[in-house]
């Protein structure tokens, strides 16, 4: 949403109805007995790039409320939670694209930045317009499990599983955004497809991320002998 401050055009993050969604379905994760609940890649800030434009005027003061609110929510219900933001560095940096690990008594215990951002090396597109890359995996461990975090496009990247195995991790929390895409976008991937290979893999009439992503889980859970948990968001055109 937008709003102007004089007239100066600002992106905020106004945490109904996202923080309300949020904090409903934790406690619903509670009720369940779920240990954790873990949300997709920028599902409290938004992904930039797609959610909105550009970060030239972003509201980080209200995304540090929302994220309090979070932290608040989980010590409250007493469970994990593992949820995709966007983490503010100094002037001159672009942000971090990060998930956020906060444990039962409501404190950011790790933090994981997104390694691998895709867009050209000059930095001018895809998530290098907009993000830092990050440099380093994050492990940790809940009720005796070892896990780890990755980001949608690290999922190319099959070393960041073999590394995460050596250092005994059993569980993967691998968070997705492939959504709010275009109408035409996702016409134009239809039609590259083409309906040929519709009889043995019916994504192959939709689009790559839902032909390649599920596939590449499933590989990296059987290649590697863990347990991989793979939300991704639910905006508009889903992919």
Same mark, same amino acid.
């Given at each position: 949403m937008r709003h102007n401050r004089g007239n100066e055009p600002r992106l905020v993050i106004v945490p109904p109805p996202i923080l309300r969604y949020m904090k409903r379905q934790v406690r619903a994760a509670k009720r369940k007995g779920a240990d954790f609940a873990h949300f997709p890649e920028g599902a409290l800030s938004g992904y930039a790039g797609t959610d909105f434009e550009?970060?030239?005027?972003?509201?980080?003061?209200?995304?540090?409320? +929302?994220? +309090?609110?979070v932290l608040r929510c989980a010590r409250e219900t007493g469970i994990w939670v593992v949820v995709g933001s966007s983490h503010r560095l100094s002037d001159g940096h672009k942000p971090h694209n990060s998930l956020y690990v906060i444990d039962? /008594?409501?404190?950011?215990?790790?933090?994981?930045?997104?390694?691998?951002?895709?867009?050209?090396?000059?930095?001018?597109?895809g998530d290098l317009a907009h993000y830092s890359p990050g440099d380093h995996s994050s492990v940790w461990v809940i009720n005796g499990i070892r896990c780890g975090a990755l980001i949608c496009y690290d999922y190319r990247f099959p070393e960041l599983?073999?590394?995460?195995?050596?250092?005994?991790?059993?569980?993967?929390?691998?968070?997705?955004? /492939? +959504?709010?895409a275009p109408a035409a976008r996702i016409a134009a991937i239809g039609n590259a497809i083409g309906t040929e290979f519709t009889r043995v893999n019916k994504a192959a009439t939709h689009t790559y991320p839902a032909i390649t992503m599920p596939a590449a889980m499933t590989a990296a859970a059987a290649a590697n002998h863990v347990w991989i948990s793979c939300p991704n968001s639910s905006a508009p055109q889903s992919l």
């Open positions: 550009t970060f030239e005027g972003f509201d980080w003061d209200t995304l540090r409320r +929302a994220t +309090a609110e039962t /008594a409501g404190q950011i215990v790790d933090r994981y930045d997104k390694r691998f951002c895709g867009g050209t090396p000059d930095g001018r597109s599983y073999r590394d995460y195995r050596r250092q005994g991790v059993e569980l993967v929390f691998h968070s997705f955004h /492939a +959504a709010n």
